[in-house]
């Protein structure tokens, strides 16, 4: 562990101009959206219920008509705008400790390590991974092709300071992230003591790290497509002095043997994967988990029973302008559903809403 772990932190102009879009994405996603849920209450969907004979059911049918007022113009352009102007300013730290981060990160592979970190060129990226800048992060998650490229994970890192915070939740600006996950596990398994964990689609591992100091005696695997992040993830945990084995493999087909985890988690993957990826994850994780284990997922709370039709008409416009290309499908699914069919019992199954952190997140999983 190094003497000082390294340190993500802006300088004051650039802080400046960061708490500046934090405030911008505060009044978006707080005084800016609540306008666009009263005029459609007052307005919108009493027209469209004389206009239909009945109220609408689906945010489909409302999108036109919502869209077409000039407060949900507004939101957009808010919206839309924010989120650019955060990754401008993302970028000055990201660029100004960048060198800093590639000589920590090349000292860090000298080694000692207390984990370690497996690159597979040959790995390739699914999509929209591969092809979408998801939160039209610049470059998107994987990057660059460029050797040992570590940029993308200083981005990622730089927006979870802001974006996450501008809607309200800011334990997602810290390693506080991981306490749901942690809360959920204890609260399903009291006394559980995993020897082995699996985290899908890690990022740059900002939540694994309470997890894997939570159960110290567990041997812990984190995985995650974009090389960038893996090696901002591996620098960020032996600068901490945590033990975690970072691995670029796709979730859906990991190579990992079979029944060879106690605990199968993710945060926040689901809903950054396509229809076609979404049920070989959980048939993966169904092979992967040992008898008696237990899978364990975290995600946005964008359920259509717990969203009225213009926050659903809000989310699909995410889908197309913000780098969120299947929040409004994933938000369609039965969780239960899909996990039984990729095997899992029916009475092992759960998926639900928690309070956490200021907000509500899904929870699903088995066990």
């Known amino acids: 562990m190094s003497a000082t772990p390294f340190p993500y932190s802006p300088n004051f102009v650039e802080k400046t101009r960061q708490d500046f879009v934090i405030s911008l994405k505060r009044i978006a996603n707080g005084q800016v959206q609540q306008r666009v849920r009263e005029i459609w209450n007052s307005e919108v969907l009493p027209a469209v219920s004389r206009g239909r004979g009945t109220a609408p059911q689906h945010w489909r049918e409302v999108a036109a008509p919502l869209a077409r007022t000039l407060l949900y113009r507004q939101w957009a352009v808010f919206t839309h705008h924010s989120q650019t102007m955060m990754w401008q ?10 060198p800093v981060a590639n000589r920590r990160y090349a000292a860090v592979r000298r080694g000692p390590t207390r984990g370690s970190l497996e690159l597979e060129p040959s790995q390739s990226v699914p999509r929209p991974i591969g092809n979408t800048e998801i939160h039209r992060q610049p470059q998107g998650y994987a990057g660059q092709s460029a050797s040992e490229d570590i940029a993308p994970g200083l981005r990622y890192h730089g927006a979870t300071m802001i974006y996450s915070v501008g809607k309200g939740r800011t334990h997602a600006a810290t390693d506080g992230r991981g306490q749901l996950l942690i ?11 995993p ?20 159960f110290p005696e567990a041997e812990y695997h984190a995985i995650d497509v974009a090389p960038g992040l893996l090696r901002y993830a591996h620098l960020l945990a032996e600068d901490r002095g945590v033990a975690i084995h970072f691995h670029q493999c796709d979730a859906a ?19 950054e994967t396509s229809h076609e990826h979404l049920p070989r994850i959980l048939r993966e994780c169904r092979r992967l988990l040992a008898p008696d284990g237990l899978t364990l997922h975290a995600d946005v709370a964008t359920q259509p029973s717990r969203l009225g039709l213009d926050d659903q008409v809000m989310n699909a416009w995410q889908d197309l302008w913000n780098g969120e290309p299947f929040w409004s499908a994933f938000a369609e699914y039965d969780m239960r559903a899909q996990l039984i069919a990729a095997g899992f019992s029916a009475e092992r199954v759960f998926a639900e809403h928690v309070r956490s952190g200021g907000g509500v997140s899904y929870v699903f999983g088995a066990g």
Do not use: M, W, Y
Request: contains cysteine; proline residues 3%.
């Open 89 to 98: 300013a993302v970028e000055d730290t990201a660029r100004r400790l960048e």
């Open 195 to 214: 020897r082995r964990i699996l985290d899908l689609g890690c990022g740059i591992g900002l939540h694994a790290q309470p997890i894997a100091l939570t």
């Open 183 to 193: 809360d959920e596990i204890v609260k399903r398994r009291p006394r559980f003591k």
């Open 253 to 271: 087909d990991t190579k990992f043997a079979a029944a060879s985890f106690d605990l199968v988690i993710s945060n926040i993957l689901f809903h």
